[in-house]
């Protein structure tokens, strides 16, 4: 009879436990960033017992939150209904995402043992961000699975761990860690707002495009250096532009045709085919990023680094300004 009351307490303790640890955040607090694997571990957990019960779980966490507010705000093609309906959409079929779990748990172990246990992406981020800043102390890094490579939105980044990207070479987290935090300071300094894409006008796209820039153009450069020092800048195609010389020429020239059709034209109205137009920047061929960059890597090399990241406390368009003042020298 003891041996049985000593087993059913110790059975209990470990239920009791387990219990406890899925209650809980799972997260590693550095300074004023919070590195939060919530989301991950019970996708993990979920993916391993194909238990419904951690859909639901997952759906309350801050992280499925976060991915849910950004991919209704920039009208992302996913279930946008509920927390619940995007993370099912993330983690379903169960069969065909268990075939990448064995590369999640080691990218998982890589992020809290590479990015949150040397706090590495708030250490790189403060260099490129102004004298004196800190992040507020709610800031969080989440690490999901399944939603875009890793996006920012309130202040707050997500990375995540199921991208191919990282699959296939996972210090290429450290380095989107850099980017997408980078991000939340840049929002925090504009008191967590972003230019609304509900614009009408060429003088409204100017600024959108000035402000996007900036901010994808900051968040490519922060890890610049440390990805040149480990010889990493050949491992993302947006580094190799940057490298190309002669296509970089070619981008800032690109970008800067599309930047004065708007900005020279402030009373037009917005068609279809101006939406067109600047997709160049987003996404075909990511100019925001690269040219962004350029734009910062110039700034940084010529006018200082004190100067780059004050811009930040300024609008945009003056960090355009800053690099053409340079260029047209």
């Not at 003891?2 to 110790?10: D, E, G, W």
């Not at 019960?53 to 950004?70: C, M, Q, S, V």
Request: glycine fraction near 6%.
């Amino acid at each position: 009879m003891q041996k049985f009351l000593r087993f059913t307490i110790i059975l209990f303790t470990i239920q009791s436990l387990s219990v406890l640890a899925f209650g809980q955040s799972s997260s590693i607090k550095k300074g004023y960033v919070t590195y939060d694997f919530t989301f991950a571990e019970l996708a993990i957990q979920y993916l391993e017992t194909g238990d419904s019960g951690y859909l639901f779980k997952i759906a309350e966490t801050d992280a499925a939150r976060h991915i849910f507010n950004h991919a209704n705000k920039f009208n992302y093609d996913v279930p946008k209904g509920s927390t619940l309906a995007l993370v099912k959409y993330l983690l379903t079929p169960v069969e065909e995402k268990r075939k990448i779990l064995p590369g999640f748990k080691r990218n998982l172990q890589y992020a809290k043992d590479s990015i949150a246990g040397t706090d590495l992406a708030q250490t790189v981020c403060l260099k490129l961000l102004p004298k004196g800043f800190e992040y507020n102390g709610l800031t969080h890094l989440f690490f999901t699975f399944g939603y875009d490579l890793g996006v920012t939105i309130a202040g707050n980044a997500s990375i995540n761990l199921a991208h191919p990207h990282y699959l296939q070479d996972r210090r290429e987290l450290k380095y989107y860690s850099i980017h997408e935090l980078h991000h939340a300071g840049f929002l925090q300094l504009k008191n967590n707002t972003m230019v609304d894409l509900n614009i009408h006008t060429y003088s409204e796209m100017t600024t959108l495009i000035e402000y996007y820039t900036h901010l994808e153009g900051m968040g490519t450069y922060a890890p610049f250096d440390i990805r040149q020092n480990e010889h990493a800048l050949n491992a993302d195609h947006d580094y190799i532009v940057l490298q190309d010389t002669a296509l970089m020429r070619e981008q800032v020239k690109e970008y800067f045709t599309i930047y004065f059709y708007f900005k020279d034209n402030p009373q037009k109205t917005i068609t279809d085919q101006d939406w067109e137009k600047i997709s160049i920047l987003s996404d075909k061929k990511r100019l925001w990023y690269t040219v962004g960059a350029k734009m910062a890597k110039t700034i940084n090399e010529k006018l200082g680094r004190e100067k780059l990241t004050n811009l930040m406390l300024e609008p945009s368009v003056n960090f355009i300004k800053a690099y053409l003042t340079i260029k047209n020298k």
